[in-house]
């Protein structure tokens, strides 16, 4: 395994652990949107740092630039709040592996704008993850196991605005570095994300002995993360990186059973081995195409 394939593989890594991060701040009575922002805010000044280390070729004087990147920006605050709203209502495993639904939800938005032609193969490869969701979240057993529709709701919607900011780095890449369209979604993200926050809640977190847990949060899953993913993307082919993001919810599983003591059925873990077969999958024959 090469060094820029480490890098990917430590980013998904980083990504898994962002949610038991997260988790067990909720469980301290720490908001939802506080935990969000805090995740966007310290990611905001990591990738700011990197934008003033590697100034060069930024576009940030191209409009196109600053468009999509806050369209990106849009996205990855509701994938940063989605996801951990859904963890307060069902569990980090299943959260983390609805939002791995997020390529199936690129292949619809593509389908709608005619940016990709549908065929049979990817229509059963999307009927296979709906599948593997109703087994996962047990949709025909809510409200008699632990998991909620809000639960299972916002872990699909964090899912798709994560395929929103993926679409939106996309159109922004050729305007500018990445750093620079880093750095505006993240502003975005965190201007989002104070608005609706408790406040009192977000100032007190600088005062509080939980302050380093934040850090950490931040910095692991939403800034070094993000910096190893994109500098190893450079050097990884496609194919290979999708495969390697599955380290991201097999290790937010392996937290939630082991650290959070939280359990999986057995129909649960086939609903999961078939979300994530089949979106690597077909993230792998997308790649190739």
Not at 124 to 136: E, F, K, R, S, W
Not at 238 to 265: D, K, S
Request: hydrophobic share 55%; aromatic share 12%; glycine share 10%.
């Amino acid at each position: 395994m090469g060094a820029s394939t480490v890098f990917v593989a430590l980013a998904a890594f980083f990504w898994g652990l962002s949610g038991g991060i997260g988790s067990i701040l909720m469980d301290d009575s720490w908001d939802a949107s506080v935990v969000s922002f805090y995740r966007g805010f310290v990611g905001f000044l990591f990738v700011l740092a990197w934008l003033v280390l590697r100034p060069h070729h930024n576009g940030l004087a191209n409009k196109q630039l600053w468009c999509w990147s806050v369209i990106a920006g849009l996205g990855v605050a509701g994938n940063f709040s989605l996801y951990f709203i859904s963890i307060e209502h069902g569990n980090v495993a299943v959260a983390a592996t609805l939002m791995y639904c997020a390529p199936v939800f690129v292949y619809l938005i593509s389908f709608a704008l005619k940016l990709e032609r549908p065929t049979a193969a990817k229509w059963t490869a999307i009927a296979l993850v709906m599948l593997g969701i109703v087994l996962l979240t047990e949709l025909y057993e809510i409200g008699v196991s632990d998991l909620t529709l809000i639960g299972v709701g916002t872990g699909l919607l964090a899912g798709f605005s994560y395929a929103v900011f993926i679409f939106g780095f996309k159109y922004a890449a050729p305007h500018g570095s990445p750093q620079a369209i880093l750095s505006i979604a993240f502003a975005v993200l965190a201007i989002i994300l104070f608005i609706p926050s408790d406040n009192e809640q977000t100032i007190s977190v600088l005062g509080t002995s939980e302050w380093p847990l934040f850090l950490t949060l931040g910095i692991l899953g939403a800034g070094l993360s993000f910096v190893l993913y994109i500098i190893g993307l450079k050097h990884t082919l496609p194919a290979l990186a999708a495969m390697v993001a599955m380290v991201e919810p097999v290790t937010a599983t392996l937290f939630g059973v082991l650290a959070l003591g939280e359990g999986l059925g057995g129909i649960q873990i086939i609903g999961m081995v078939l979300i994530l077969a089949t979106v690597t999958t077909l993230s792998v024959i997308s790649n190739k195409a």
